[in-house]
T-cell receptor, first 113, second 109 residues
């Protein structure tokens, strides 16, 4: 079956702009979580959605937001981009999101100039 | 809240063994392990459950000490394909997974 799909794979933005990233989970998976990965910080949890509801969020500023649609696809948005937002953004899907394994997409690499 | 992994990095020759440790300051009921190869997405390795049950996909063993709140991943007779960064984390309890900073493993021929 198809894996987790993230688009776009690469993008370059400038400071102050905003960006929207998309994640299509594995069919049948209702949980989608987002992570920011940087060389120095590892995998940082952003938020998790299940059935269109955000169930938890990490310690990121309000500029980072997300949503999930009825078909379980999810988007995350970063407004007023800063240089420090440059990172690989990974999404992961799971059936329930509480005890099951996570299936990761290949990520969206964002560069902020 | 972030699990602590050790060592941070390790270099092995093919055939050598390695142990990666993961400890947490909060109670662990189970532990997840993932491996990320360079330029690729993290891939699930195994879940260690309370009571010692393991669920995984590869011939990699691990232990889970609930009292010490620690898990160890055992890589025996390492192969070149074992190279990558290994992450541990509490499972999505509270609907989020907090990963350790990772252990970089490099296996050379």
């Amino acid at each position: 079956k198809a894996g987790v799909t993230q688009t776009p794979r690469y993008l370059i933005k400038t400071r102050g702009q905003q960006v929207t990233l998309s994640c299509s989970p594995i069919s049948g998976h209702r949980s989608v979580s987002w992570y920011q990965q940087t060389p120095g910080q590892g995998l940082q949890f952003l938020f998790e959605y299940f059935s269109e509801t955000q169930r938890n969020k990490g310690n990121f500023p309000g500029r980072f937001s997300g949503r999930q649609f009825s078909n379980s696809r999810s988007e995350m948005n970063v407004s007023t981009l800063e240089l420090g937002d440059s990172a690989l953004y990974l999404c992961a899907s799971a059936r329930q999101g509480d005890t099951g394994e996570l299936f990761f997409g290949e990520g969206s690499r964002l560069t902020v100039l | 809240q972030q699990p602590v992994q050790s060592p941070q990095a390790v270099i092995l020759r093919e055939g050598e063994d390695a142990v990666i440790n993961c400890s947490s300051s909060k109670a662990l009921y189970s532990v997840h392990w993932y491996r990320q190869k360079h330029g690729e997405a993290p891939v699930f390795l195994m879940i260690l459950l309370k009571g010692g049950e393991q669920k995984g996909h590869e011939k990699i063993s691990a232990s889970f000490n609930e009292k010490k709140q620690q898990s160890s991943l055992y890589l025996t007779a390492s192969q070149l394909s074992y190279s990558g960064t290994y992450f541990c984390g509490p499972p999505p309890g509270g609907f989020k997974t907090i990963f350790g900073a990772g252990t970089r493993l490099f296996v050379k021929a």
